[in-house]
């Protein structure tokens, strides 16, 4: 078997896939797929400049991790080359193309695995497993939030350089806080409606939103608010059930669940990740990807999945701009 393993874009998500592919695979050798001019040190790696280099060394999987406007082009190339894919989030920044992407990776049978990797948390997963047996009753309404100061997000580098600041690379909110969209699907089921806002609140230099507001319904009929902001400077992420015996809440920053019951008038935690014994979402995440290769069964996440979340997305911007709520 072929132990070459191919990462496009290596930025700080493409420098994390490259430390767990020496991991979890400490015999692959890494090849890095870096656009022309691209500076930094790159170490213990391969870096070839066209993808026709990259192609040539018949990579066994890609992982694509630069910014979301270039990936369905180098996605599309590597389908048709026949070599699965570890996509990072969101599978693009435009609803445009990914039907068709979606029918060349079935055309070609290929796995296409997308990175919404918060699935994978051990936490969430409990939190998940909380509301399957009911603990909190019937869901009635679902609050998501996640926020943090975006200078903070990567100290070492300029904010306004980043691809989080910026159209052009698909940054903003909206998409680069995806997760919340995704795994709000995966726990609730689909989108029926939404009523979107894009707005910029702080004082930070960019040309994209910092700031989305979603208020939805569910096609089950329940109803869910979701804030997605650059701007808290205290980070946080959340996701609060209000049922009817009581409430249930995820805390992605504490890795806790926890229920308040009306029955016992108390809050009880469900759930607290040990440190000494965390499973890391990365690893779970790519460690289920490696699973799905050698099984051939469809990922967690697949391709379907990043469209639905695109979907969701176009329709808070026709949302926002038309002032009035739209139907999925």
Same mark, same amino acid.
């Given at each position: 078997m072929n132990d070459a393993i191919l990462i496009v874009?290596?930025?700080?998500?493409?420098?994390?896939?490259?430390?767990i592919v020496s991991e979890m695979l400490s015999e692959a050798s890494v090849i890095v797929l870096r656009r022309p001019g691209s500076t930094g040190e790159v170490e213990g790696v391969k870096v070839v400049q066209h993808l026709d280099e990259a192609l040539a060394t018949k990579p066994r999987f890609a992982i694509l991790a630069g910014p979301s406007p270039f990936r369905l082009d180098v996605a599309t190339?590597?389908?048709?080359?026949?070599?699965?894919?570890?996509?990072?989030?969101p599978l693009s920044n435009r609803l445009q193309g990914t039907d068709d992407f979606f029918a060349l990776c079935k055309?070609?049978?290929?796995?296409?695995?997308?990175?919404?990797?918060?699935?994978?948390?051990?936490?969430?997963?409990?939190?998940?497993?909380?509301?399957?047996e009911k603990r909190c009753g019937d869901v009635h309404q679902i609050k998501a939030e996640v926020g943090q100061y975006l200078p903070d997000w990567r100290p070492d580098v300029d904010y306004r350089k980043s691809v989080s600041a910026r159209k052009d690379m698909g940054g903003g909110a909206l998409l680069e806080l995806s997760h919340e969209i995704d795994y709000v699907r995966w726990l609730f089921g689909d989108v029926a409606t939404v009523t979107?806002?894009?707005?910029?609140?702080?004082?930070?230099?960019?040309?994209?939103?910092?700031?989305?507001?979603?208020d939805i319904t569910f096609e089950n009929g329940m109803?869910?608010?979701?804030?997605?902001? &650059?701007? /808290?400077? #205290?980070?946080?992420?959340? +996701?609060?059930?209000? %049922?009817?015996?009581?409430?249930?809440?995820?805390?992605?920053?504490?890795?806790?669940?926890?229920?308040?019951?009306?029955?016992?008038?108390q809050w009880d935690t469900l759930y607290e990740e040990n440190q000494k014994t965390s499973?890391?979402?990365? &690893?779970? /995440?790519? #460690?289920?990807?490696?699973? +799905?290769?050698?099984? %051939?069964?469809?990922?967690?996440?697949?391709?379907?999945?990043?469209?639905?979340?695109?979907?969701?997305?176009?329709?808070?911007?026709?949302?926002?701009?038309?002032?009035?709520?739209?139907?999925?």
């Open positions: 874009g290596f930025g700080s998500i493409g420098k994390r896939h490259a430390r190339q590597l389908v048709e080359a026949g070599i699965p894919l570890l996509l990072e989030k055309e070609h049978q290929v796995i296409v695995q997308v990175g919404y990797c918060l699935r994978f948390a051990p936490s969430l997963m409990a939190f998940k497993a909380a509301l399957a979107g806002k894009l707005e910029n609140i702080s004082d930070l230099e960019m040309d994209v939103e910092d700031f989305a507001s979603l109803a869910g608010l979701i804030n997605l902001d &650059m701007v /808290q400077r #205290q980070a946080t992420r959340k +996701c609060e059930v209000i %049922g009817s015996e009581g409430t249930l809440i995820w805390d992605g920053i504490e890795k806790t669940v926890k229920l308040y019951s009306s029955e016992t008038d499973s890391d979402m990365y &690893m779970n /995440q790519f #460690q289920h990807f490696l699973n +799905c290769l050698e099984t %051939g069964d469809a990922p967690l996440v697949g391709v379907e999945d990043g469209i639905k979340v695109l979907e969701i997305v176009e329709a808070v911007r026709q949302s926002h701009k038309e002032g009035q709520s739209v139907t999925l």
